[in-house]
């Protein structure tokens, strides 16, 4: 599974729409609205680096109006109290 962590600026007047138009992307599990730099934190888990490319480059530019910034970081590994491949795999 890979993991990415999106960090998202967007138009503060479409945030709500952002939210839903995310939430709808088959691989975004979790959108967070947060406090600091960046206004929503959109977490991916996918099968491959293809899929989270495809999300990246074609659905949140092309098909998420509002967004104007983002910071995608990708996981190498990860730590949890419950089993995430269970869970999302």
């Known amino acids: 599974m890979v993991t990415g962590i999106v960090l998202v600026n967007v138009d503060r007047s479409r ?22 730099e ?6 991916i888990r996918v099968q491959n680096n293809a899929q ?7 659905k949140m530019t092309g098909d998420i109006p509002g967004i104007l910034h983002s910071k995608t970081l990708v996981t190498l590994n990860a730590q949890a109290k419950v089993d995430l491949e269970k869970l999302f795999g």
């Open 15 to 36: 945030i709500q729409e952002v939210i839903r138009d995310a939430m709808a992307i088959n691989g975004v599990t979790e959108v967070y609205t947060v406090a600091g």
């Open 38 to 43: 960046y206004d929503l934190v959109f977490v």
């Open 52 to 58: 989270l490319g495809d999300i990246l480059a074609t």
